[in-house]
């Protein structure tokens, strides 16, 4: 979606270039979260664009599933996972400098 296309799995992989998405996410202007780092990213949201942290924002209506995986099932090197390992290490940098860590 970073670079346009509704779904990857129906668009030519040809087109799809994890180091463009990597340099869109990691412009200044562009702000992005993780449902399953939901305190942080909304910490994040406020950092970047002010306003009071309101209680009803850290209720996560949509939280990720907790399911227990072997390593072999998340360490393929799919476009989607080499992506959101470059997309996390932004994250974690933004969460530092932001000083959201822990929420």
């Not at 989607?80 to 000083?99: N, S």
Request: charged share 30%.
């Amino acid at each position: 979606m970073v670079l346009g296309y509704k779904c990857h799995s129906m668009t030519n992989e040809s087109a799809l270039s994890v180091d463009l998405a990597v340099s869109r996410i990691n412009d200044n202007s562009f702000y992005f979260g993780f449902t399953d780092r939901w305190s942080e990213s909304i910490c994040l949201f406020h950092k970047w664009f002010g306003g009071s942290l309101r209680s009803f924002e850290l209720k996560n209506n949509r939280p990720t599933k907790h399911i227990s995986l072997q390593k072999s099932d998340y360490e393929s090197y799919d476009l989607d996972t080499i992506f959101v390992r470059k997309a996390k290490r932004i994250f974690e940098k933004r969460l530092k400098a932001a000083e959201c860590h822990g929420r």
